[in-house]
């Protein structure tokens, strides 16, 4: 069974200032959710998840890039609009990579500034598997 | 082969200002890895992990819990040396928590301020796990 090469966790909750708005603000990540689903619908082994509370709560949108086997990076400071194109393309870097890490000339101006946390894999043992395992994943049969 | 509860990757590069030694810093978090390993050695499936940089930088020590299926928790502003045992008091009920979300009542303070950010556990099918794999391991022959 092929494993995800990303899995983009958005957090749908934390609240962007909207002095525009009767309630004073709006919850960007719901949209981004849906943008970067549309977007990446049909991009095999790449998925979108909205999640309520990545913690990270005063730098919306943020998102987390995740894979088993690989780096997770939290990135903040996100604009639902203007940076859509740059998230998918930070998707696909990612998704293209061994490790999670995307090489610095790949990577779009706000996945340069924003990062706020990373996260090493779990080692091979620590997430339970045994070496015939990983050797029949890289099989060529 | 039983899983890891609880992984610590503890970030050694951060500098903490210093201006009692000539170089104006120290790097906390390679005496907290130290001290993590010596105080939770022997503790079954809790491992403690030196990592060369987590991202956060300006809330050193900072810490990462992270563990197969749970939630991956933050957390920085972490005193080496007064908060060593709010660690592994946090790294206890994170090993014995189901998810990783440590019980609020359990939580130490350094837990309850401090959380950088949060990560969920990928999906099952994203871990690249079949369902009998997960019968197996819920045996109990």
Known sequence: MPEAD?????????RRVREDLAEGYDQPGL???TALG??????????VEAVECLAVC??????AFAANGKWT???GDLDAETHLDDIV???ESYAASANGIIPWK????????GVVARVPPLSLREQ?????????KGSTS
Not at 58 to 63: E, Y
Not at 106 to 113: I, S
Not at 128 to 136: A, H, I, S, T, V
């Open 6 to 14: 990303l899995t983009i966790h958005v957090c749908t909750v934390c």
């Open 31 to 33: 949209g981004l959710a």
């Open 38 to 47: 549309e977007r990446l619908a049909g991009k095999a082994g790449i998925s």
């Open 58 to 63: 005063k730098r919306p949108c943020t998102v």
């Open 73 to 75: 990076y939290l990135v």
């Open 89 to 91: 393309g930070a998707a």
């Open 106 to 113: 790949e990577r779009p101006t706000p996945f340069r500034k």
């Open 128 to 136: 339970g598997l045994r070496e015939p395992d990983l050797r029949k």
